[in-house]
């Protein structure tokens, strides 16, 4: 079976599920797009990535430059890094600091922010209420 024909597939059950509401879909990581143009590495659509997760851009900029040991910066929607990563290298990392700083562990959902207790940054959850200690990144 391919992607489509599996999407397909998903929408199909999803129809026929009572419409509860749509706050229960899953949430769908972006997936960011990679280029290598000579010694450097593009993410054409970082920007939406960021705003997707409803992240400042400049602060998972920082996360994703820290993480691969490199030099980024921001300019047209764009990133651009130091050196050459993969698409893998690059989702993979995208992937962990969602992991960290976005999704709800209680709910699994992405609608969260983060807080101030102290000198402890919290991530709440606006769907279910939970609250959990995060690292600074
Ligand atoms: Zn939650």
Aim: charged residues 35%.
């Amino acid at each position: 079976m391919d992607e489509n024909e599996y999407k397909k597939m998903l929408d199909d059950a999803r129809e026929q599920l009572p419409d509860t509401s749509s706050n229960d879909e899953r949430f769908e990581m972006p997936i960011l797009k990679v280029i290598i143009i000579g010694n450097k590495t593009e993410i054409v659509n970082f920007s939406s990535a960021a705003k997707h997760i409803r992240r400042n851009e400049k602060i998972l900029l920082k996360y994703m430059s820290k993480e691969l040991a490199t030099f980024g910066e921001l300019g047209g929607g764009k990133a651009t890094f130091v050196g050459k990563f993969g698409t893998i290298v690059i989702n993979d990392k995208f992937k962990k600091y969602v992991n960290s700083f976005v999704l709800c562990k209680e709910c699994g959902k992405p609608d969260t922010h983060m807080e101030k207790s102290g000198r402890q940054e919290i991530l709440k959850c606006e769907a279910c209420g939970a609250r959990r200690p995060i690292d600074k990144c």
